[in-house]
Nanobody, 114 residues
Framework: VQLVESGGGLVQPGGSLRLSCAAS????????MRWYRQPPGKERELVAA????????VYVDSVKGRFTISRDNAKSAVYLQMNNLKPEDTAVYYC????????WGQGTQVTVSS
């Protein structure tokens, strides 16, 4: 099983980034896919989730209206489009999959700073 994140980097406040997570080794289309983040010195928190059926998504309140999670089951990939980024979005972002057990990616750093 592999989850490989990409797309992180340094961006100015108000800017955008698109994170990608390429998955392999499990049945992606049946999996709950989530993005978590861990700011410096803080606990890891759930940012967004994409359910395997029905197209439902959920977001933490702090990113609603700015972040969008999407998935491409044909490519076994999940994305996180992040707009209007704020310094408090600075964190390591992790891709997470759940299908009877949990899988984690290695994380990608997002830094929002002027």
């Amino acid at each position: 099983v592999q989850l490989v994140e990409s797309g992180g980097g340094l961006v100015q406040p108000g800017g955008s980034l698109r994170l990608s997570c390429a998955a392999s080794g499990f049945t992606f289309s049946m999996s709950l896919m989530r993005w978590y983040r861990q700011p410096p010195g803080k606990e890891r928190e759930l940012v967004a989730a994409s359910y395997s059926t029905g197209g439902s998504t959920v977001y933490v309140d702090s990113v609603k209206g700015r972040f969008t999670i999407s998935r491409d089951n044909a490519k076994s990939a999940v994305y996180l489009q992040m707009n209007n980024l704020k310094p408090e979005d600075t964190a390591v972002y992790y891709c997470n999959a759940w299908l009877f057990r949990e899988y984690w990616g290695q994380g990608t750093q997002v830094t929002v700073s002027s």
